[in-house]
């Protein structure tokens, strides 16, 4: 399966593209996608429903945001989706604010719609990335190794069910959660972008 959100001009704003068990983003060098983020989209997209028809005059279209993205003006985004048995282009259009919805067209039909939910697709790609550099929880860290700038490296080691200085007694620490912090800075490392 593949999602591709475009812009203006039929510029490329987000693609998505799913390998094996994950998604990847183009955007970002193929880095890996949110893929519970892409799910619970995809499930919002196939509940959402037309609420009421709207126009199907072309003229009208940049009102509600959704006149074809060929046009450098353009204010709404076109979601492709394409895959096994899948080809569909929605356009997304400005959101309705009274009934939370947001008006969309099918691409290649004149007639527009509101839909029942808020379909919108974040046309920023940072949004879209697995930020999780590295996930290891902390019952796996049996020792942590530092190396402070300017001072002596040193070790803390899994005892007690604590961590504390490799080199001393397992209370040998004033505060018992002190090691714990530190050791646990691998449990969730996240990057902001790439």
Same mark, same amino acid.
């Given at each position: 399966?593949?999602?591709?959100?475009?812009?203006?001009?039929?510029?490329?704003?987000?693609?998505l593209?799913?390998?094996? $068990?994950?998604?990847?983003?183009?955007?970002?060098?193929?880095?890996r996608?949110?893929?519970?983020?892409?799910? =619970?989209?995809?499930?919002?997209? =196939?509940?959402?429903?037309?609420?009421?028809?709207?126009? /199907?005059?072309?003229?009208m279209?940049?009102? +509600?945001?959704?006149? /074809?993205?060929?046009?450098?003006n353009?204010?709404?985004?076109?979601?492709r989706?394409?895959?096994?048995? +899948?080809?569909?282009?929605?356009? +997304?259009?400005?959101?309705?604010?009274?009934?939370?919805g947001?008006?969309? *067209?099918?691409?290649?039909?004149?007639?527009?719609?509101?839909? $029942?939910?808020?379909?919108?697709?974040?046309?920023?790609?940072?949004?879209?990335?697995?930020?999780?550099?590295?996930?290891?929880?902390?019952? *796996?860290?049996d020792?942590?190794?530092?190396?402070?700038? %300017?001072?002596?490296?040193?070790?803390?080691?899994?005892?007690?069910?604590?961590?504390?200085? /490799?080199?001393?007694?397992? %209370?040998?620490?004033? $505060?018992?959660?002190?090691?714990?912090? +530190?050791?646990s800075?691998?449990?969730?490392?996240?990057?902001?972008?790439?």
């Amino acid at each position: 399966l593949d999602l591709e959100l475009r812009g203006a001009g039929n510029k490329a704003l987000v693609s998505l593209q799913r390998k094996g $068990d994950e998604w990847q983003l183009a955007q970002r060098d193929d880095w890996r996608a949110d893929g519970a983020r892409i799910a =619970a989209f995809l499930v919002q997209l =196939a509940q959402a429903r037309r609420a009421e028809a709207k126009t /199907d005059r072309e003229v009208m279209y940049p009102r +509600i945001g959704v006149e /074809d993205v060929s046009d450098a003006n353009a204010t709404g985004t076109e979601l492709r989706l394409a895959g096994q048995g +899948i080809a569909a282009r929605l356009v +997304i259009g400005k959101p309705h604010k009274v009934s939370g919805g947001r008006f969309v *067209r099918l691409a290649g039909q004149a007639r527009s719609w509101l839909s $029942d939910t808020d379909v919108g697709f974040d046309p920023d790609p940072v949004a879209w990335m697995d930020h999780r550099l590295l996930a290891l929880p902390l019952a *796996r860290v049996d020792r942590v190794r530092l190396r402070p700038r %300017g001072a002596p490296a040193f070790a803390l080691v899994s005892r007690d069910d604590r961590f504390g200085p /490799d080199d001393a007694p397992s %209370g040998a620490m004033h $505060d018992s959660h002190a090691g714990d912090d +530190i050791a646990s800075a691998l449990v969730a490392l996240d990057v902001d972008d790439v």
